[in-house]
């Protein structure tokens, strides 16, 4: 069992930067993979980006690819996804996501058992 509470999220304009923050209580952070999820209003839940359980693997959706970034400290059991040239169609809410994946990421949300409440990113045109 593995708790995860988000935060870091807000009012941006575009072009903008935020950096959420995933803290994790519970079990060994180490053994988990991780990965931030969003859902904007009406959408389906779709992954962001992944990492692996040490950090040397990672995942982007094509959409934030090169704008996006996730890392992993497992030193402090968090998570964080640095977001930067932020887009009016990055709004949503943003969900922390853990799984016991082994050594690699999963791509889809059923890879990951456990979740945060979420955070709220809006960003303004």
């Known amino acids: 069992q593995v708790q995860l509470r988000e935060s870091g999220g807000g009012l941006v304009q575009a072009g903008g930067s935020l950096r959420l923050s995933c803290a994790a209580s519970?079990?060994?952070?180490?053994?988990?993979?991780m990965a931030w999820f969003r859902q904007a209003p009406g959408k389906d839940r779709d992954i962001v980006a992944a990492?692996?359980?040490?950090?040397?693997?990672?995942y982007y959706a094509e959409s934030v690819k090169g704008r996006f970034t996730i890392s992993k400290v497992n030193a402090k059991n968090t998570v964080y996804l640095q977001m930067n040239s932020l887009k009016p169609e990055d709004t949503a809410v943003y969900y922390c996501?853990?799984?016991?994946?082994?050594?690699?990421?999963?791509?889809?949300?059923?890879?990951?058992?456990?979740w945060g409440q979420g955070t709220q990113v809006r960003v303004s045109s």
């Open positions: 996501a853990a799984g016991r994946i082994g050594s690699g990421i999963g791509s889809n949300w059923s890879d990951y058992p456990y």
């Open positions: 519970g079990r060994a952070f180490s053994v988990f993979a």
């Open positions: 990492i692996s359980r040490s950090g040397n693997i990672t």
